[in-house]
């Protein structure tokens, strides 16, 4: 079965950027959507953004247009989120999924702490 | 955008009850509608798609209706292991994909 493996945890100051990875071994993504679902501590799932690797196309939630970009490395079968402009409220767990209409496979989650 | 409202917020249920959850929709979005179950510290797991479909190697006594605006979730008789949030998600053609507020499940 599909795994998707992401990045550790990162602690960042306000105003930063951070890049959260997210890899698939031995995976080879065709016609799936890979997702980037946010959760704040205690809070629930926040749907961030999708990526169609194979293509490149991407759709962003709108309230972090502008501040978040999916990237996808097909060389590598690697997924990144960046977001920009930290605040405290981006401080979550992040998930990387795949899944189209339904998210299927979801990674274990990595944890975005923003802190000054 | 289209707005999924889930309730109840919480539920204190008990062994071998019948848990009903419900998530409203803003709008017709036929049975784009999707249900998953998080346990605490873990990732979320898909349950049931498109509002009735459950997953193979779900129990059956979980299950889903609904089509419209109106989505209901069902767990008969509940189980200790059922202790979650559970999570109703709609998604659209645009892609747009919408998660409900979720609902704390307690024994």
């Known amino acids: 079965q599909v795994q998707l493996v992401q990045s550790g945890p990162e602690v960042k100051k306000p105003g930063a950027s951070v890049r959260v990875s997210c890899k698939a071994p031995g995976f080879t993504f065709n016609n799936d959507y890979i997702h980037w679902v946010r959760q704040a501590p205690g809070q629930g799932l926040d749907w961030m953004a999708f990526i169609d690797p194979t293509g490149g196309s991407a759709k962003y939630a709108a309230s972090l247009r502008g501040r978040v970009t999916i990237t996808s490395d097909t060389s590598t079968d690697t997924l990144y989120l960046e977001i920009s402009r930290l605040t405290s409220e981006d401080t979550a767990v992040y998930y990387c999924a795949l899944g189209v209409t339904a998210i299927l496979i979801w990674g274990q989650g990595t944890l975005v702490t923003v802190s000054s | 955008d289209i707005q999924m409202t889930q309730s109840p917020s919480s539920l204190s249920a008990s062994v071998g009850d019948r848990v009903i959850i419900t998530c409203q929709a803003s709008q017709d979005i036929r049975d784009c509608v999707n249900w998953y179950q998080q346990k605490a510290g873990k990732a979320p797991i898909l349950l049931i798609s498109?509002?009735?479909e459950l997953e193979i190697g779900v129990p059956s006594r979980f299950s889903g209706t609904g089509s419209g605006t109106h989505f209901t979730f069902t767990i008969n008789g509940l189980q200790p292991e059922d202790i979650a949030t559970y999570y109703c998600?709609?998604?659209?053609?645009?892609?747009?994909?919408?998660f409900g507020q979720g609902t704390k499940l307690e024994i």
């Open positions: 498109d509002a009735s």
């Open positions: 998600q709609h998604y659209d053609h645009l892609p747009q994909y919408t």
